[in-house]
């Protein structure tokens, strides 16, 4: 017996259907509507115009739509003999803006989503529900952003050959002081401790001694059996290359080559409606992306720990979303005091028009990696092509081959599903694109 | 000062097709704590809510706003029900509409997903001949790409406040789109002396002539209501693209259209000869200090 | 007689500097001279313009404001750009016949003399009417569709260094024929160098 679903509230609406038996799923296939023709408004357009309307892709994880926009541009100068030679103060800035832009995600979808839905699930009078929180975590973030980008959302600060913002010593220094309001914020509203002893906890067993929003959640998912719910395939994908990101790809803890060249998309297996994602595989088969890939990735002691006992489960899921949370607060800072603000944010570079031919921008998303591979000729673009992180974590495929989602929602009844799915952090509008 | 027991106004913030922007930028607002004592939602795309879209969307209930984000796009199904159905249903409810963003204004980059079908919802571009146009005494266009969180946290305000929310000729709060995104820039001097910036990544330099902003010929006030509190577009070295106008998005953004070297746009209501001329009086003198970067890194100690 | 008002004479004493700087040069021609051309004391003259240099920048304002005037008319007509070209070059060589001390006074003094201009007059400044016109009719050229985008100064240079050209030519009596009778090949070679590639 087929039931559908409509999951709402993220960043736009998805159709489960499920498959039952027995009370549980069997299996599942998902729809996304809603398609806006992105790729295509973009050909025959000016290259620079991509960094204005790529953005546009998406509310929230917009800014890195920006990154892989102009990586993308920048691959083509280089790929058509004019490479470009960024200063390091532009790279810098450029990534720190893109982890500003996760953390603000991070805390949206904690306080936003996890928690009411955790709530809603557990069906518990006395759990707390904070939006809020939600939305001053992810604006104090963001304004930091903006004092380099210029505002948040919508920003087109970076382009080929660096950043446009020449800033001053005084917003690097105000920068690095909202980033410690925000990582005290976190650390007292959220965590319950600091953030330095957060990342060195060697298992799970340390978050018994914690209190505060974070303990009540993860002790919720435990009573919930998250801890026994959820599981994918163990495979994890990263491609986005950062300094607080691994390129690789893993089955369980085993590392793999990772190149971008490997990765295609496919029509979804969405029988009971049409749905205008795409999956995306990487040679032919489905992996993880996001925080926890990302956290395996780098081999953290706690994630590993977690790993080991609970696997990829929605609980190792839910809680690698905050481990990264606070690990890229401290990357963050760490960016920050490297800045060389002598040198020059912006280099020159040959004229548009002299560029030819194909570039690929790969970055690390809230979600995982998003890739833009752009065609250009005489600096116009022929072809654009977007490969969304949601994309490969909420592929639809086939029983015999599912996709992350699919698979962890198998077993569960619908209310838990649609909870686990949730844990995927879905993102439709980038999706369908 | 209004009682938590007093008639909290109630909003539905109903999407088109959209990217969620002005949502995101909303969750911006300083005051939205404050804001949310005075205004209850219906729905909302992201904040919770008292109703699921699925409930909102068999059209039993009523709201005093309705808030829409997104461009008008007649075959568009959320909660599998026609928007369209949704909107004219609310629109009739509603005492105010809201059109958040370009999109809902005037059609903005989301028209184009289908031009001849999609846009804004009383405005297809500088057309009043969008699928609201009967209610047009009721709609506010708060445009912008994304939408200020101020510009709709003010006009919420005033509407609270029981306070008339004077209109332009585009269906735009005076209050906020009377002045140009061009007031309150930190480049005017540039501007004044046409001291064009050869470059991005500078923080001198006026960025009209060369980089395409279009901040002298739109509507805004980006530059004196600050971004995320802290900063702007051309404050920070990109050219403002117009978002606010019924034209946007246009093409090759960060450039200037010239003809023959002379810019196709002069500054809003200011006649060619004017600008030609003041232009050319400008560009003869070199002001010593403003052809020198305001601070260098590298050599200053 | 009928009282000749201010402006009248202002005029008056233009015509006569501009007739005398023409003839015999700018560094020749005085005050005392020009006053005794228009009729008037020394002193009177002074509440006019106050000293030659002074005089000097006021004459090419006059040029350039009378110049930029019959091309603004041009350009607000609605002739087609090849027409508005014939119409330019029209204008400025029946200037060259009928007010040649205008410019003569342009070419032979403004040109040649920098050194009287450069404070008060840099640049551009002084001639501003006339390049806000032409850009007006560049401008629209493109705008239009019939002239080809490039640099402003590369085709004003073109046009503009042509007239001038031609209108030094004739005023040296080098020109075998009637300056009339070169206006229509000028314009065509004007339009043919700007207008738009194919």
Known sequence: MITKTIIEQIEGEASLYFDMKENVVDFVTIAFPHFRGIEKMLEGKSALDALVITPRVCGICGHSHLLASVRAIEDAYKKSGFPIEITQKALKIREVTLILEIIQNHFKWIYLVLVPHLKELSNSQEFFNTPLKGAYGASLATKILAIFAGQWPHSSYMIPGGITSDFTYMDLTKAKILLEKLSRYFESETLGVSLEKFLSFDSCKEFTALEGNFAQIEQLLISLQMHKKGFAHDRFMILGDHQFSRVTKMKGTKFFQALPKYVMTQDTYAVNEKSYAKNALYKNSFYETGPLARCMAKEFKLIKNMHRRFKDSAYTRVVARFYETAYLLISCKKLLEEIDISEKSCVRSAPLKNIAGRGEGVVEAPRGPLIHRVKLENGKITSYEIITPTQWNISSGTQEKSSPAQKAMVGLSVKEAAFVFKTFDVCSVCTTH | ?301 | MARTTKEERKNGIISAALELFSENGFYITTIPDIAKKVGMSVGNFYNYFSSKDILAKELIMYISEYLGKNIRAINESDASTQEKIEQIVSMYFDTAKERPEMIEYFLRVYLSNREVFKDGCEGMICVSPFITEMMIFFENGVASGELHDQDFFSAFGLFMGYLGGMVFLYGEKILPEPLDDYKQSISENIYNALKTRT
Not at chain 2, 51 to 70: H, Q, R, W, Y
Not at chain 2, 98 to 114: H, L, N, P
Not at chain 2, 176 to 195: A, D, M, P, Q
Request: charged share 25%.
């Open chain 2, 1 to 301: 000062m209004h009682s938590k027991q007093e008639h909290k106004l109630k909003i539905f913030w109903l999407q088109g097709l959209t990217c969620n922007g002005n949502a995101h930028s909303f969750l911006n607002l300083e005051y939205l704590e404050e804001l949310l004592e005075k205004i209850e939602f219906l729905y909302h795309p992201l904040l919770p809510a008292k109703e699921t879209l699925s409930e909102m969307a068999k059209c039993k209930t009523s709201c005093d706003i309705l808030i829409f984000e997104g461009a008008y796009d007649p075959s568009l199904k959320r909660a599998d029900t026609f928007v369209d159905t949704m909107l004219h249903y609310y629109a009739k409810k509603a005492k105010y509409i809201i059109a958040v963003g370009t999109c809902a204004s005037f059609g903005g980059i989301f028209k184009a997903s289908s031009p001849q079908t999609n846009s804004g919802i009383l405005f297809n571009e500088e057309q009043e001949s969008g699928p609201l146009q009967g209610y047009s005494a009721k709609i506010i266009n708060l445009s912008g790409c994304p939408v200020h969180p101020e510009w709709l946290g003010s006009t919420l305000n005033m509407i609270v406040d029981k306070h008339p929310v004077v209109l332009d000729k585009e269906h735009r709060p005076k209050e906020l789109y009377s002045s140009l995104v061009h007031h309150g820039c930190t480049r005017n001097e540039y501007f004044e002396w046409k001291i064009d910036a050869d470059d991005f990544g500078q923080k001198e330099g006026c960025l009209f002539y060369k980089q395409g902003c279009r901040a002298p010929m739109t509507h805004g006030s980006c530059n004196t209501i600050l971004w995320n509190g802290v900063n702007s577009k051309t404050r920070s070295g990109t050219p403002c693209f117009g978002c606010t106008e019924s034209d946007f998005p246009r093409t090759d953004l960060f450039e200037t259209k010239t003809n023959m070297s002379i810019p196709v746009d002069a500054p809003l209501g200011v006649p060619k000869r004017a600008y030609l001329t003041l232009t050319g009086i400008a560009k003869t003198f070199h002001i010593k200090r403003l052809e020198e970067p305001l601070i260098d890194y590298k050599n200053d100690n």
